[in-house]
């Protein structure tokens, strides 16, 4: 079993929390640059494969430019997040709009940027259109499910007939149909399967469902598709025992597929994408927190300063985070502890049981692999507050690139002409 190491020690963890008090994110823009040339590395064969970071992920415009500076670009699925991109110089087709119950106004947004806009319904034909006064863009992405059961080699990964997002087969093929009635000429394919995935043959196994259905659209309509998006869900190691995904077995994988399938039809000039948020982000960033209490009742409780509005998983999807008691990395884990925060949630545990060597109050806690769904799903129940996120630069600096809340933010939207509570945003007037 695999120790898992933070990517940064104690002392570097001080000093920056001597500027920036904890609790805080954290993230390395080695490890980020990293994994978008494994990624890159693993597609190179096909040369238009671009990975278009799924913002939710992690929506800081810092890392979202370093990203765009190793060739990424967004995937986004809200005009906000598209604001984002594009104040992080992405742009044209560099952008995609990967959304669900979209408000008409997101499809004008994306237009106007130049987006490739991915269609998760039928009726979106006729909203897009609405929406864009007939003049659609000549390329259009439709969302797939497939329905029923997706397996992998270690059995079913995922269950698309009972998730909301994409259409049916015949939905697909009607709406390329009307599409192209309409005017548009090239069509990329999308879907979403499974999530968080371990296994080296998700993508493969997703991408010959992609390439076959691409086929038959070419074949049956004679259109064009140029784009197949294999969107995210490649997992991470979040356990010491969990073996992490091998990008460039995944990518090889792939590209068996596709010179089984799209190359024999004629269709070796289509190009890939990937919206990978997790994979890219998860691991390169973790939270940073101090033990401010320790109880002992029927549990030994350690009391930390963040809470599970920095870091919701364990909470709400009883997620595992590794942890490390900074100072003590490779230390036997002798007691036996739950890590909690301050909401009034009993969910609000971030480990219960969890074998740790001994903690004492004031030791940093760093809990790995929050760099992706972390910050970003973060919440202000209780009244807390948002934290800092940080960047530990390549060359040993840290860069602040959020700064923490403050009770002015949260008091923030009750601040507006007629409201009685304005001054509550302003604490110093
Ligand atoms: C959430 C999401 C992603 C990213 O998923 P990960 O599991 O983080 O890789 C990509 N595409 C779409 C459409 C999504 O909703």
Request: include cysteine; aromatic fraction near 8%; proline fraction near 5%.
């Amino acid at each position: 079993m695999g120790e898992k190491l933070p990517f940064v020690t104690r002392d570097q963890l001080e000093r920056a929390a001597a500027q920036w008090p904890t609790p805080f994110h954290v993230y390395s823009e080695k490890l980020i640059r990293e994994r978008a040339r494994a990624l890159k590395a693993a597609f190179s064969w096909n040369p238009g494969f671009t990975e278009y970071f799924a913002v939710k992920a992690t929506p800081n415009p810092t890392i979202v430019s370093i990203l765009a500076e190793e060739g990424c670009g967004c995937d986004c699925a809200t005009a906000t997040e598209l604001t984002l991109a594009n104040a992080c110089g992405v742009r044209g087709e560099r952008i995609m709009l990967s959304s669900n119950d979209t408000p008409d106004e997101d499809y004008r947004r994306a237009r106007d940027l130049g987006a490739i806009i991915n269609l998760d319904s039928l009726d979106m034909v006729d909203c897009l259109s609405r929406a864009l006064d007939g003049r659609l863009p000549t390329m259009v992405c439709l969302r797939f499910n497939p329905g029923g059961n997706f397996t992998a080699s270690n059995g079913i990964i995922g269950e698309p007939e009972d998730s909301k997002f994409g259409m049916t087969v015949e939905q697909v093929m009607e709406a390329a149909r009307r599409l192209s009635a309409m005017g548009v000429t090239e069509f990329g394919l999308h879907a979403f399967l499974a999530s968080n995935t371990q296994v080296e043959d998700y993508y493969p196994r997703l991408a010959r469902v992609l390439f076959e259905l691409a086929v038959r659209l070419s074949r049956d309509l004679g259109v064009h598709v140029r784009l197949v998006d294999l969107s995210g869900g490649i997992g991470i190691d979040y356990r010491p025992e969990d073996v992490p995904v091998g990008i460039a077995a995944v990518g090889e994988g792939v590209r068996r597929v596709y010179e089984e399938v799209l190359v024999p039809a004629g269709m070796g000039d289509v190009a890939l994408a990937a919206e990978l948020g997790r994979w890219m982000l998860a691991p390169a960033g973790g939270l940073v927190t101090r033990v401010i209490h320790e109880k002992v009742t029927y549990h030994d409780y350690l009391g930390v300063d963040a809470c599970a509005s920095n870091l919701m998983r364990p909470a709400v999807y009883g997620a595992y985070h590794h942890i490390t008691v900074m100072g003590h990395e490779g230390e036997p884990a002798t007691k036996r502890y739950n890590v909690v925060g301050r909401l009034c949630e009993n969910s609000d545990q971030f480990a219960r049981d969890r074998m740790l060597p001994e903690v004492h109050i004031g030791d940093l806690l760093f809990i790995h692999d929050a760099g992706a769904h972390g910050y970003s799903m973060g919440y202000n129940y209780n009244g807390t507050l948002r934290s800092a996120e940080l960047l530990l630069r390549e060359d040993g600096s840290f860069e602040l690139i959020r700064r923490a809340e403050t009770p002015a933010d949260y008091f923030a939207t009750l601040d507006f002409p007629g409201s009685r509570f304005s001054a509550l945003a302003h604490p110093e007037g």
